[in-house]
């Protein structure tokens, strides 16, 4: 049985959402995308990025900030977003990331999300304090992923899509236990990290993983 209070926060919360992205879009002629992204401080695998046009806002109730869901509320919502959004997602892989810094990597992951899209939004609304390489009027967000409807869809595809493909790493190299831990630098991925050394996608450029990469060739 569902729980009538728990149901009532989700529908104030979807109202404050939906209310916030009503303001940003009055006057607007075209879409609007909202961007976030899911694995800046892994020491392993990509960067994803995901950009959502939200068309059935009513259909969203429970979305909120990604890291403020359980995985299985996430996963449930990643399919209800597939129905309601039009969505494009972006990936930058580890060895791109060691080329040009986490930052750049981030910003690239969420110009390509927008680029995916299959309508060019007329305004861009991006969570933190980043500008992207797009000839789009952009707006950046504080905890975005809290206050837009917009946002917070993008920041669960973005952390669905990275945990799917994190699995699949895990399946290629189980000693990192990538399934568990997303990448993440926890104390088990570190002790596999100093036991194995790095795998062909940990982040060289990231201390942890270049001081392993250095103790397994000592």
């Known amino acids: ?79 209800v977003i597939a129905r309601s959004c039009l969505v494009g997602i972006g990936v930058v892989d580890e060895k791109q990331i ?22 060019t939004p007329a305004l861009v609304l991006i969570d933190g304090n980043m500008r992207l390489d797009l000839p789009l009027e952009q707006k950046s967000v504080i905890q975005g992923d809290q206050k837009s409807i917009s946002i917070s869809a993008a920041s669960i595809v973005a952390k669905v899509f990275r945990d799917h493909w994190m699995r699949k790493l895990h399946e290629l190299y189980p000693a990192y236990a990538f399934a568990d831990h997303k990448g993440y630098g926890t104390a088990a991925h570190l002790k596999a990290l100093c036991e194995a050394g790095p795998s062909p996608v940990h982040r060289r450029s990231f201390a942890p993983v270049r001081e392993a990469a250095l103790g397994s060739r000592a």
């Open 1 to 79: 049985m569902s729980d009538p209070s728990r149901e009532a926060s989700r529908a104030l919360l979807l109202q404050g959402l939906r209310a916030f992205d009503r303001k940003e879009t009055e006057g607007l002629k075209g879409w609007m995308a909202g961007v976030d992204e899911a694995g800046r401080g892994p020491l392993a695998g990509p960067v994803v990025a995901a950009a959502a046009i939200v068309l059935h806002p009513e259909s969203l109730l429970g979305v909120n900030d990604s890291k403020k869901l359980s995985a299985s509320r996430r996963e449930k919502l990643y399919n």
């Open 98 to 119: 060691d080329e040009i810094n986490i930052y750049e990597a981030t910003r690239l992951a969420m110009k390509k999300a927008v680029l995916n899209l299959p309508h």
